[in-house]
């Protein structure tokens, strides 16, 4: 071959590497569909996490995007619209923001709860050979089969929020689990102190998230040592909000309408359990428990309805899988000093796991002055008044 015939030959090369590093545009959410319910006794095992003492708190490192810009590109699949408005109203733009900060193209769509369509935007965003896959799991068969494709296409997938068992993700960025559990547990132990005896319903979360089981066992491991009575307990399919406030109602009558207090594993079926309380007198007497710090939680600590929520700081989640898919894209060791254990896969995932915030009526304003909640979502009407006596001011 002579010299030009190899000149012509290397260029071509070069051009075609330039357009496999291509991503895609975002998409518009719109709202999921509901889901149907089943026992709680269906929770697979779950994935226990291990770290050192200074785990306790968020690392450093995970606080603020990366520094250096990393280039190429991610795409990340968000689950639902449906089960928390978090993931559209914070997870998104901290998403959006820690990458561009980052230098990473960012694709970012929600499957909006379906299994076909969670799967359909993996395959389409693993056509488009994107460096790094971001996923929230919404089905872990689903999730599986999506990592497995990832990994042989070559792209390594890092599970955000929820870790997928039996999955094949490189890493792994979320809020401890069980520590969460652990806060709203004794959130709702505190609360019926002057109750012995205290009766108790549980309404977790969906059987298939493992987040879920690390709440359950997060919470049991503080309520089962408090002289409290499981009336009973029942797991919510995929987060149902609605589902959540039919079996509620089903359990309270089928208590003959007593109650003490409720261990309700996030806001949004928080919110349909204060529904049904009102309905029967009872909101504002019964401590209701939560988790996302969403404007309708903060909304009802500040008006008496509920009792606790955990705050997880969604840029600081988004900026732990920034700094991972950095490290992924460059080729460097993120420096993670954390697992989580996978018993369905036998592995141990390396992971960053930040620290929750128990948000009381002592502190509900943290949410809203460090900027995740705006003012103006939480204090209106008569919300105003409570705000201010909270020390919430408007920026």
Same mark, same amino acid.
């Given at each position: ?35 149907? *319910? ?20 968020? *690392? ?176 919510? *399919? ?66 008496? &309805? ?59 304003? &943290? ?6 909640? *705006? ?21």
């Amino acid at each position: 071959m002579n010299k030009t015939a190899i000149r012509l030959v290397a260029v071509a090369a070069v051009a075609g590497l330039g357009i496999a590093g291509c991503s895609s545009k975002k998409s518009t959410a719109t709202p999921a569909a509901s889901s149907t *319910p089943a026992a709680a006794s269906s929770a697979p095992a779950a994935a226990t996490t291990s770290a050192p003492a200074a785990a306790s708190s968020a *690392p450093a490192a995970a606080s603020s995007a990366p520094a250096a810009a990393a280039g190429g590109s991610v795409g990340v699949i968000l689950p639902d619209t449906q089960s928390s408005t978090r993931w559209e109203t914070a997870d998104r733009p901290a998403l959006t923001k820690a990458f561009a900060d980052a230098g990473i193209k960012a694709d970012i769509q929600n499957a909006l709860g379906d299994k076909a369509k969670f799967q359909s935007i993996a395959q389409g965003m693993i056509q488009e050979k994107v460096n790094v896959l971001i996923i929230t799991d919404i089905d872990p068969s689903t999730s599986i089969q999506v990592e497995q494709e990832a990994g042989a296409a070559g792209i390594k997938v890092i599970d955000y929020d929820r870790l997928v068992l039996g999955g094949s993700a490189a890493y792994y960025a979320s809020y401890d689990g069980v520590q969460v559990g652990v806060e709203q547990g004794q959130c709702l132990a505190d609360a019926l102190k002057s109750k012995p005896n205290a009766q108790v319903i549980f309404i977790d979360g969906s059987p298939t998230d493992n987040n879920a089981t690390l709440f359950g066992q997060g919470a049991h491991s503080i309520l089962d040592k408090a002289p409290i009575k499981k009336v009973s307990e029942q797991a919510i *399919p995929g987060w149902d909000n609605a589902q959540a406030g039919k079996t509620f109602t089903q359990l309270l009558t089928a208590n003959n309408n007593k109650v003490d207090g409720v261990y309700v594993m996030n806001d949004g079926m928080a919110q349909s359990v204060i529904t049904v309380l009102k309905a029967q007198g009872l909101a504002g007497k019964i401590p209701v428990t939560g988790q996302d710090a969403t404007k309708e939680g903060l909304t009802s600590i500040l008006e008496g &309805d509920q009792t606790c929520t955990i705050y997880k700081d969604a840029a600081q989640e988004a900026n732990a899988a920034a700094k991972l898919a950095v490290a992924i894209i460059k080729g460097t060791d993120p420096g993670t000093t954390q697992t989580s254990h996978d018993p369905k896969g036998n592995r141990d995932v390396p992971s960053i796991l930040l620290k929750p915030e128990l948000i009381t009526k002592a502190n509900v304003g &943290d949410p809203i002055k460090s900027g995740a909640v *705006p003012y103006a979502d939480v204090c209106t009407g008569a919300v105003v008044a409570l705000c201010t006596a909270a020390g919430i001011t408007a920026p």
